[in-house]
């Protein structure tokens, strides 16, 4: 026999070693029933999926309570006049929102292109001008306001937009008003993560420690207006859940037979 040949004896030897190998191995099957996950389509560039909840599409503040004092110009929303909150509440969701700071930039410090997203009308994560703007790291741009900087500064410079994608777990409250689990955020700032499920210590104030008090399990978004002239545009939400299932049946293996058995 050649060496060439012999070497393709082998190769044909192993390939049938590694089918056998993995036609023969037992499956393992959780014995929990799946729902069929919902389909939906991801979003473009610059549009939300198709199962978002548009709160600013550029056209009107129609989602918004309290809005009529803020503007709209040239296809994008400007902060002035109070807070503004959603008109639909909120509990677990996915978040994304586009915001600019000024430009050019005014004021320095937390005076310089401060707004900021409240989750569930509560829990702030912060908007700030913190391209070449220094304050102090727990009030920055991406901070969860008194509690943590972000991992990192993702700012781009005033003018330019930068993006939330935020995924919120909201808190959960015993009939007591007791904490039963906390808050976390996962946050990226322009595609790069700055919160990586971080637990909450509580609400978000500027004049004491964080804390928790009861609240219902939905509560609105809000956008701060800080007095300075933030814009925001492609604003949407996804309501979110674990994927749902019953336990049918203890965990099992199947052979390639068909054979089950108790998994160990």
Request: aromatic share 10%; net charge negative; hydrophobic share 35%.
């Amino acid at each position: 026999m050649m060496k060439s040949d012999y070497g393709l004896t082998v190769l044909a030897l192993a390939v049938i070693v590694m089918t056998n190998s993995s036609t023969s191995a037992d499956e393992y099957l959780t014995g929990i029933e799946w729902e069929e996950p919902a389909i939906m389509e991801p979003h473009e560039t610059d549009g939300p999926p198709s199962d978002a909840i548009v709160l600013f599409n550029g056209k009107d503040l129609s989602a918004w309570n309290n809005a009529d004092n803020w503007k709209i110009e040239e296809g994008v929303m400007v902060a002035g006049g109070g807070d503004i909150t959603s008109k639909e509440a909120f509990g677990d969701c996915q978040l994304h929102i586009e915001w600019s700071a000024p430009a050019p930039p005014t004021g320095d410090g937390q005076g310089r292109g401060n707004s900021g997203v409240f989750l569930m009308n509560t829990y702030e994560i912060q908007v700030l001008d913190s391209f070449d703007n220094q304050t102090y790291f727990d009030g920055q741009a991406g901070a969860i306001y008194k509690q943590t900087p972000p991992e990192v500064n993702a700012m781009r410079p005033p003018g330019q937009w930068n993006v939330y994608d935020i995924i919120w777990t909201a808190p959960r409250f015993h009939e007591d008003g007791s904490l039963k689990s906390p808050a976390y955020m996962t946050a990226l700032h322009n595609g790069v993560l700055i919160l990586n499920h971080f637990e909450l210590l509580g609400d978000t104030p500027y004049d004491r420690a964080p804390r928790y008090a009861a609240h219902a399990d939905q509560l609105p978004i809000r956008l701060q207006d800080h007095g300075n002239p933030v814009r925001f545009q492609n604003i949407w939400v996804r309501n979110i859940k674990p994927a749902q299932g019953k336990q049918v049946r203890a965990p099992f293996l199947r052979n390639a037979q068909g054979e089950e058995r108790p998994a160990e």
